[in-house]
């Protein structure tokens, strides 16, 4: 087209507009354009499961509000005792919480910390602490400065002064140190213990008598608040470790002593109760120090002390953290018996005298993150299967996960060929499932950690799933009813990403690949394995993270590695060529990388990590880089996924808060699918014949969310000035206007496209907004 030819078409497109608006209105509804597909929750007919719950707090006046905290997931609340659920954070800067708490004085006030103090690789870094005034339904964002890039482990309210707040801080976990924080800036800030003596707004660090490192619980004296006991535990063992008492509100501290507690160095995380009938009574729960392969972390010692912390008695805890207590230690005390005491690890042991035997009373769901009491006298459980109550001390208990949509998926979800319905994904804690027709229970049909799956598209009833480790891959050939070990040949002693992925080849259901610090290749569908490389890695402790096998030509072969190297081979897999390394990112399996599916040189890459280049393309295989962040802000990409019917590639970028697309291939980016939840997103999987794309979360669940040619308003597959009627009459989001004229020019049918062509944002409105965006793609087209 030529320059005046163009300029006609911009003034024709400007003049019809600007002739609607006295006609249109300037502030429509909005439209939530994602869909929860869910897990809310796992297995409705047994015993439903959700995501993990790092946090609980309950009203103790009324018993049947509480509010808890996905690890991942947000702050919710029930007000019929865990019947329904409503999420109240989702709109909020992240999902990652560690602590909750109430004032004792004004019950519509709430406190969330964000930030998951529980050391895995998935407890994700904070960004500060949310405030409350009204039970939840609005929220104000404090002291990020102060806490961003690390984790809440508990916030205490001084029962008699509001004003008055107590914080244990804590940093991102995982192994190696820091892995969940992903480089955020804050991450080595301060830790310990911190008082805030203006609600929350302004906070200092308490440094007299303790030391600089990580405080893993906190607990008062009810009846002297000026008493106060800290767990500063750093898992890894640290001099600065062990029990520390205040009696002046925290101005001054000294460590208590007695048994192992004498010995820092032998300590690891702790967790610390005071009985709440009888002040004096506190217990404690101690972990041995966790090495740098993660292990060995289990119960060191538990005590009880009836003075204050002056001298302790041994508690016969049995061994209930296996040899992760870094990951899970809980304490907590019946409200009116001193005797009554729950301690949880990956199993929950109660006491009725007081420590010395213990039965255990494990609710449906194993480890333990929270306990608190509701004011019936119930015990509320949170564990890695979401909320569980009993009200005889733990002899049965009850799930209360229905609607409670907190489900960590790891990267590694699959579609389905013919049935849009059916989607399978792998979860924390919560194994392998998929999703039912039309509903957000999911059915498991695998157990552990669930990670990536595969699905044959030649044969849908043939599905791969696995978990944690090396070599424990299972197959199904009859949709789930049975399913058989998978993994013969592979060594099960291989380093790998906890969970190794692994995929079948595109066009042959009979080859495939699969990923420890080394590739496996299977000619025979996965009944068995043969070795194909030696150590892709630079050896220690690294694994493959993410693979890739181009589906133009599956004889190019990606791998990115968990200590930053990216190798790409030509011949399947046989040999590699390092095209990069230095790579920064989350140490467990992802969906990193996306290959043009028509070009095999041509790639994406996600990077999730902060202060990098987050998302850059390659169109030589890898030797070169091009960065694609421009205005994305700096957060970390943990998946990319790429739209390339378009002139210009429409990028969709997975972040640690949602989704971001660029329609310009990566000139500008806004944040995409309206209603989202601000959560890590995982993994992406773009199905365009679908008009979708299907968003896995790390504490949200799964979510689907429309996607076509932006600016293709009238379903033809491509953008031209055709598309100009239709998308007038789509402003002001009125997508049965749009429908309506589509029908009245093809017969009656219904477009094949979807009305969300015409939100050029991505805010999941069709308005004013969007001209711009429009105008770009329309001229990008000539």
């Given amino acids: 087209m030529t320059g005046t030819g163009r300029m006609t078409a911009d003034r ?40 993990r719950v790092s946090a609980i707090a309950c009203s103790r006046t009324d018993p049947n509000l509480y509010y808890v905290a996905g690890a991942d997931g947000g702050v919710w609340r029930t007000t019929d005792g865990g019947t329904t659920w409503t999420p109240l954070t989702d709109h909020m800067p992240t999902s990652a919480i560690g602590a909750l708490a109430l004032d ?48 809440f482990a508990r916030i205490i309210v001084h029962p008699l002064n ?21 480089g955020h800036p804050g991450r080595n800030g301060p830790v310990g213990i911190f008082r805030s003596d203006d609600g929350g707004v302004t906070w200092t660090q308490l440094t007299n008598g303790l030391p600089d490192e990580v405080a893993t619980d906190l607990a ?187 489900i960590q998926f790891y990267a590694g979800l699959s579609t389905h060929p013919s049935d849009s319905h059916f989607i399978l994904g792998g979860m924390q804690d919560n194994g392998s499932a998929y999703r039912q027709p039309n509903s957000t229970t999911w059915t498991q049909v695998f157990g552990g950690d669930g990670g990536w799956t595969q699905l044959d598209l030649f044969n849908p009833l043939r599905y791969f799933v696995e978990y944690q480790g090396s070599g424990n891959l299972y197959r199904t050939e009859d949709g789930g009813a049975t399913i058989n070990f998978s993994g013969s040949g592979i060594g099960t002693g291989d380093r790998n990403c906890f969970l190794p992925p692994y995929l079948i080849r595109p066009g042959d259901s009979t ?82 990388l996306f ?27 890898g030797l070169t880089w091009q960065t694609l962040d421009s205005n994305l802000p700096d957060v970390p990409v943990n998946t990319v996924a790429v739209d390339v019917r378009s002139p210009r590639p429409v990028i969709y970028a997975g972040a640690d808060d949602g989704v971001y697309r660029s329609i310009d291939g990566g000139a500008g980016w806004h944040r995409f699918a309206a209603g989202l939840p601000k959560a890590a997103v995982i993994d992406l999987r773009l199905e365009p014949e679908r008009h979708r794309l299907i968003i896995g979360t790390q504490g949200r669940g799964a979510w689907s969310a429309p996607i076509g040619v932006p600016g293709d308003c009238n379903c033809d597959g491509e953008v031209s000035f055709a598309d100009i009627d239709y998308f007038v009459v789509a402003i002001g989001d009125a997508e049965q206007a749009w429908r309506d004229l589509y029908a009245s020019q093809h017969s009656g049918a219904s477009p094949p496209c979807t009305f969300w062509n015409a939100d050029l944002t991505g805010d999941g409105h069709v308005t004013f907004a969007d001209i711009d965006g429009f105008v770009d793609v329309l001229a990008a087209t000539r």
């Avoid at 990923?515 to 402790?541: I, K």
């Avoid at 999730?608 to 390659?618: F, L, T």
């Fill in 12 to 51: 024709r497109l400007g003049v019809v507009l600007l002739g609607l608006t006295a006609a249109l209105s300037a502030t429509p509804v909005l439209a939530g354009i994602v869909e929860e597909l869910g897990p809310a929750p796992v297995n409705e007919a047994e015993t439903p499961f959700t995501g």
């Fill in 104 to 151: 004792p004085r004004d019950e519509n006030v709430l406190y969330a910390g964000t930030g998951e103090a529980n050391y895995a690789n998935h407890s994700r870094y904070g960004l500060g602490l949310y405030k409350s005034t009204d039970g939840g339904n609005t929220w104000t964002l404090l002291a990020a400065d102060t806490f961003a890039g690390r984790t």
């Fill in 162 to 182: 509001s004003q008055r707040l107590y914080a244990a801080i804590g940093r991102a976990g995982g192994f190696p140190a820091l892995a969940a924080a992903k």
């Fill in 220 to 406: 008062i004296n009810p009846a002297n608040p000026d008493i106060l006991y800290a767990a500063i535990g750093n898992i890894f063992g640290s001099n600065g470790n062990g029990l520390y008492k205040t009696t002046d509100g925290g101005d001054s501290w000294t460590r208590l002593s007695g048994g192992v507690l004498s010995y820092p160095t032998y300590l690891g995380r702790m967790s610390v109760a005071v009985a709440p009938s009888q002040p004096d009574r506190l217990y404690v729960l101690i972990t041995r120090p966790a090495n740098a392969a993660g292990d060995g972390a289990s119960v060191r010692a538990a005590y009880r002390s009836d003075n204050g912390g002056t001298t302790w008695s041994n508690v016969l805890v049995p061994s209930i953290q296996a040899t992760y207590g870094w990951y899970l230690s809980v304490v907590t005390v019946h409200p009116s018996d001193p005797n009554i005491v729950f301690m949880g690890g990956v199993t929950l042991v109660r006491s009725v005298d007081a420590g010395l035997n213990f039965a255990t009373v494990t609710p449906p769901h194993v480890d333990m993150h929270a306990a608190e009491w509701d004011a019936a006298g119930r015990l509320v459980v949170g564990d890695d299967g979401g909320v569980h109550r009993s009200a005889d001390l733990g002899d049965t208990w009850t799930s209360h996960n229905q609607g409670l949509g907190l």
């Fill in 511 to 592: 080859r495939m690949l699969y990923a420890t610090h080394r590739l496996y290749r299977s000619t025979n569908g996965g009944a068995s394995w043969s070795v194909l490389t030696g150590d892709l890695t630079g050896g220690g402790s690294a694994a493959i993270r993410c693979l890739a096998i181009a589906p133009s030509d599956p004889n190019v072969v990606y791998v990115v590695t968990n200590d930053g190297r990216l190798q790409r081979s030509g011949d399947g897999g046989n040999s590699f060529t390092l095209m990069a390394t230095g790579i920064p990112g989350w140490p467990r399996i992802t969906r990193e």
């Fill in 595 to 621: 290959i043009h599916p028509g070009d095999p040189n041509t790639i994406y890459h996600g990077v999730g990590y902060y202060g990098e280049n987050q998302v850059r393309r390659s169109t030589d295989g």
